[in-house]
T-cell receptor, first 110, second 114 residues
């Protein structure tokens, strides 16, 4: 069974700090990985995608992928209270199916 | 201008009833999906349609039946509702089946079966 695992949290960080969110995946055939942000009661929204080993930066967000370790992470620099949400990690397998983790809840304290 | 819209947003119904959820996307995407998000926040795919053709049909009870009248619409009909069907159901769309840029999700339908 293909799985994406995340620590459910909550992860609490002070405003202005770096928040580090991690996820591992079981399917070595997965090639594309995604981070979604979901505010309480709202739908998931895509914030980052990554396909190659290494880092990908977009504004305050950096996604990191290590396929050998089957590990994906998301760093949020200069965290803001508005970043408080649940972050879902997802992997796209070779059959074009997405597998989502259960999410990590992030609290950014002012 | 909503990209992926679902109706209704909330649905409270009794066990044994039949209900439908509607989804429409105006993004010109070819592929649409139904996902179920349980209380633990797990998002699990239920169905996927590409250009009105069913391409993913996960292990869901056959009480759930999707229908895609055209590539912009994907509806979900649920017969004989059970307590365990209570969840948030998300519709989503993507450019095509191999779209590597993720989905666009609808706002969700919170179904409560009492």
């Amino acid at each position: 069974q293909k799985e994406v695992e995340q620590n459910s949290g909550p992860l609490s960080v002070p405003e202005g700090a770096i928040a580090s969110l991690n996820c591992t995946y079981s399917d070595r055939g997965s090639q594309s990985f995604f981070w979604y942000r979901q505010y309480s009661g709202k739908s998931p929204e895509l914030i980052m995608s990554i396909y190659s080993n290494g880092d990908k930066e977009d504004g305050r967000f950096t996604a990191q992928l290590n396929k050998a370790s089957q590990y994906v992470s998301l760093l949020i620099r200069d965290s803001q209270p508005s970043d408080s949400a649940t972050y879902l990690c997802a992997a796209l397998d070779n059959f074009n199916k997405f597998y989502f983790g259960s999410g990590t809840k992030l609290n950014v304290k002012p | 201008d909503t990209a992926v819209s679902q109706t209704p947003k909330y649905l409270v119904t009794q066990m044994g009833n039949d209900k439908s959820i509607k989804c429409e996307q105006n993004l010109g995407h070819d592929t649409m999906y139904w996902y179920k998000q349980d209380s633990k926040k797990f998002l699990k795919i239920m169905f996927s349609y590409n250009n009105k053709e069913l391409i993913i049909n996960e292990t869901v009870p056959n009480r759930f039946s999707p229908k895609s009248p055209d590539k912009a619409h994907l509806n979900l009909h649920i017969n004989s509702l059970e307590l365990g069907d209570s969840a948030v159901y998300f519709c989503a769309s993507s450019q095509d089946t191999r779209w590597r840029y993720g989905y666009t999700f609808g706002s969700g339908t919170r179904l409560t079966v009492v």
